[in-house]
């Protein structure tokens, strides 16, 4: 059982470079997240899917852009990449409204030069 | 202000001592509340939820709700060098979509 599968597990961009973070759940979860993590913040929400087919801003959405491709894959597009990017991305998933468990996979650490 | 606050740390306790951690959230409507732990270089991994006032009892863990003061506690009771981790506080709403926020945490250190 793998959970929430998150690709890849590092990666070094050049600024102004795009790329794709990719991430997937076998649970049949509803519900999805795009976190990030730096030093001293704590998880801040990127961007949150509620379900197939919807996407919502969260705290930090600048710079980020996301597609729920079907119910197991949630994508996080950095389209020019920035120094101030550079963090760890977390994706997490739940199984919908009420207060339910995240799960998260285990993280991809960005580094952008 | 942000939603979620947590004491800053980091605490250090010595082994068998009990680590009290605390966290306050602003949006008086919040509903759920999850502490996780995360260990160094890891993902965050969820070690107590609480949604009705009170205390909740989880083997050497126990979550405090006080939704009137807008606070919730979690206590190590028994610190063992295996608990130095990071923990975070994380609250949902059904008025914020049931979005999970969470504070910055606080870092624990359990010294032998």
């Known amino acids: 059982n793998a959970g929430v599968t998150q690709t890849p597990k590092f990666q070094v961009l050049k600024t102004g470079q795009s790329m794709t973070l990719q991430c997937a759940q076998d649970?049949?979860?509803?519900?999805m997240y795009w976190y990030r993590q730096d030093p001293g913040m704590g998880l801040r929400l990127i961007y949150y899917?509620?379900?197939?087919?919807?996407?919502d801003k969260g705290e930090v959405p600048n710079g980020y852009n996301v597609s729920r491709l079907n119910k197991r894959e949630f994508s996080l597009r950095l389209e020019s990449a920035a120094p101030s990017q550079t963090s760890v991305y977390f994706c997490?998933?739940?199984?919908?409204?009420?207060?339910?468990?995240?799960?998260f996979g285990q993280g991809t650490r960005l580094t952008v030069v | 202000q942000k939603e979620v606050e947590q004491n800053s740390g980091p605490l250090s306790v010595p082994e068998g001592a009990i680590a009290s951690l605390n966290c306050t959230y602003s949006?008086?409507?919040?509903?759920?509340f999850f502490w996780y732990r995360q260990y160094s270089g890891k993902s965050p991994e969820l070690i107590m939820f609480?949604?009705?006032?009170g205390d909740k009892e989880d083997g050497r863990f126990t979550a405090q709700l006080n939704k009137a003061s807008q606070y919730v506690s979690l206590l190590i009771r028994d610190s063992q060098p295996s608990d130095s981790a990071t923990y975070l506080c994380?609250?949902?709403?059904?008025?914020?979509?049931?979005?999970?926020?969470f504070g910055a945490g606080t870092t624990v250190t359990v010294r032998a």
């Open positions: 949006d008086r409507g919040s509903q759920s």
């Open positions: 994380a609250v949902q709403s059904r008025s914020n979509d049931y979005k999970l926020s």
């Open positions: 609480i949604y009705s006032n």
């Open positions: 899917s509620a379900s197939e087919g919807t996407t």
């Open positions: 649970m049949n979860h509803n519900s």
């Open positions: 997490a998933s739940s199984l919908g409204q009420g207060a339910t468990e995240a799960f």
